[in-house]
């Protein structure tokens, strides 16, 4: 049997998916993580995203944040953070956060950037305010490209969330660090395979709302 046959029987084996350090817990506290990181980047960067599209100002800091963010080495930021923090759940999470900020930031700033001078301008002389003229027109009309930086940052948090595990926190990324140091390499291609599934649904479904959103949009 080859190895990505044991990893396939591996993540199939009922007996891997129960207890408390069972794939169905991992898999929990893996969209957890997720949840948490992207909720945060959230609520800070499509404010920010949006008043820069707005306003026009500080469009060239969001270009730079986005460059910098993709130079960053996932695993020495955390490790960074973790020598500054500790070990557990924190570090990873502000290293996540900082990469999956840029995304959705660019998309805040883009949505409402994209909109026609000309759908604004109507807006404004049927006297609507400059932050109605925000949020009832640009930032709906906006939402296909925003969701397009949510999609962006949530595939790039859920694959590399597993990184918690680094620093003592959970995730898939105990079972795959678990396999390196006992060197049961199905059980890490397998955690790794669970990954992969989970990043691919997440991503049909962020597809689906992006198409919806940009159809609404138009």
């Known amino acids: 049997m080859n190895l990505f046959a044991q990893a396939l029987a591996w993540v199939f084996d ?10 169905g817990i991992r898999l929990a506290e893996h969209l957890g993580y997720t949840a948490l990181i992207l909720a945060i980047s959230a609520v800070v960067g499509i404010p920010l995203g949006y008043l820069v599209g707005h306003t026009g ?4 800091l969001v270009v730079l944040l986005s460059g910098a963010a993709r130079a960053l080495p996932s695993l020495g930021l955390v490790t960074l953070l973790a020598l500054w923090l500790g070990l557990g759940l924190p570090a990873p999470v502000i290293a996540m956060v900082v990469l999956a900020l840029p995304p959705i930031l660019a998309g805040g700033y883009a949505g409402v ?5 000309t759908v604004t301008d109507a807006a404004k002389a049927q006297g609507m305010s400059p932050l109605q003229v925000l949020t009832k027109v640009e930032a709906p009309l906006g939402l296909g490209l925003l969701m397009g930086g949510v999609r962006s940052a949530t595939l790039q948090v859920v694959s590399t969330v597993m990184l918690a595990a680094y620093v003592s926190a959970g995730g898939l990324g105990r079972p795959l660090f678990l396999g390196l140091k006992t060197q049961d390499y199905p059980m890490m291609l397998g955690a790794s395979l669970v990954t992969i599934a989970l990043a691919l649904a997440l991503d049909v479904v ?13």
């Open 206 to 218: 962020l597809a689906g709302l992006q198409r919806w959103f940009a159809r609404r949009g138009r």
């Open 57 to 60: 100002r500080g469009r060239n």
């Open 113 to 117: 950037d994209a909109v026609p001078r």
């Open 14 to 23: 009922p007996a891997n998916w129960a207890g408390p350090d069972g794939l």
